[in-house]
């Protein structure tokens, strides 16, 4: 793995992307987008996760974090991607009304039998791609990246509509749906 995309300081904040496999579009359900955001929730209350700002695409997620010192952000990550993982396929396996269970299960299989780290399934791809944000500059260009890829997909038009971002939390809007420190 190249060296630009390693967490090296604890105390410094990270501007995370990662997908999910083959870039299937699993978030575009409320049901399995929720999960992921109760697990953020989880992460901040429970295992010292800061969490800056975040959105959740249809097939990727963008993250700014920090942690409190409880864990280190790299594990932070990794239980995140496990757990939601595991609770998205649940979930994809017993909604009644997905019309496509049968293809994504076997896509994550597929990609499952790929990696030997998988007992059956991968849902997200393996890597992170951490930034550290070490100017100022640097995130504020990843804050509002964050907050504009609904905008630039096409899905809103502006930051502030999109559900399942902290761009709500940014404009003073009272309907977010997690708590986040701001980048000052």
């Known amino acids: ?4 995309y390693k967490i090296r300081d604890q105390e410094k904040l990270y501007f995370v992307t990662f997908a999910v496999v083959y870039w299937i579009d699993v ?5 399995y987008g929720d999960i992921f955001i109760d697990s953020l929730r989880f992460c901040q209350k429970n295992k010292g996760m800061e969490l800056y700002a975040y959105c959740l695409m249809s097939n990727h997620v963008h993250l700014i974090i920090g942690t409190n010192g ?13 757990y939601t993982s595991v609770k ?4 994809i396996k017993t909604h009644y009304g997905e ?3 049968e293809w994504m299960l076997w896509m994550f299989e597929q990609a499952g039998r790929r990696n030997s780290n998988n007992k059956r399934y991968q849902f997200w791809q393996q890597h992170n791609h951490p930034i550290e944000l070490n100017t100022n500059e640097l995130m504020t260009q990843k804050l509002d990246y964050i907050h504009n890829n609904p905008v630039k997909a096409g899905i809103v038009l502006s930051p502030e509509e999109y559900l399942y971002s902290s761009a709500k939390n940014y404009s003073g809007l009272p ?3 997690l708590e986040v420190k701001f980048i000052e």
Do not use: G, V
């Open 70 to 82: 409880e864990n280190k952000i790299q594990n932070l990550l990794r239980d995140l991607k496990k």
């Open 175 to 177: 309907e977010y749906l």
């Open 1 to 4: 793995m190249s060296r630009k």
């Open 27 to 31: 978030f575009t359900r409320r049901t």
């Open 99 to 101: 019309s496509r269970k």
């Open 88 to 91: 998205i396929i649940e979930a």
